[in-house]
């Protein structure tokens, strides 16, 4: 079964990490966002790898840790565009500074997740889906995203309108005019 390489950032607290997510270091590593792989299978892989390539991605930062946001697969919250450009600038810094080379990776596929990197798009915050993790407004949320999507439809109704509108008006003048 092929990983899923998506990741979430999630903030971290003044105080640093929560006591589960306490395995990357605050002093000098970790931004003020931490990425977080969704899938528990990367996780696991990357655990099982050799401790420099840990270090690469906690250095890097990444928690060793799963939080999923709710986005769709190959999607990305909007809100953490720049956090992630931080934490891809730093994984391009460490590549220089790790010796990776013959590394056992535990499973994970380091081209892979560059593939992931680069296709990923992101999306509307209001877009998110409620995870299993939710905060139990799980019924807002969806009626949120419901909102969201019929205003987005309404828009898209209200343009085509407008543009079929200012067609018609363009074919009737050029028809007056000859």
């Known amino acids: 079964m092929a990983l899923l390489y998506d990741f979430d950032m999630v903030p971290i607290t003044p105080e640093g990490l929560p006591a589960p997510f306490d395995d990357i270091d605050g002093a000098n590593t970790a931004p003020v966002k931490v990425a977080m792989f969704r899938d528990p299978d990367v996780v696991a892989a990357l655990r099982s790898a050799d401790p420099v390539v840990r270090t690469f991605f906690i250095e890097s930062g990444f928690a060793m840790q799963v939080h999923d946001n709710g986005a769709p697969p190959g999607r990305f919250a909007m809100r953490d565009e720049d956090a992630r450009v931080t934490v891809i600038e730093k994984l391009s810094a460490n ?53 969201s999507r019929q205003r987005t439809q309404r828009r898209m109704i209200a343009v085509s309108g407008l543009v079929l509108g200012l067609i018609l008006i363009l074919y009737v003048a050029s028809q007056v005019i000859l």
């Open 95 to 147: 590549l220089a500074t790790h010796n990776l080379d013959g590394a056992n990776w535990g499973g994970f596929s380091f081209p892979d997740f560059m593939e992931c990197l680069s296709a990923a798009a992101p999306i509307e915050d209001v877009l998110l889906a409620p995870t299993r993790f939710g905060s139990g407004n799980a019924g807002e949320l969806a009626a949120a995203q419901l909102a």
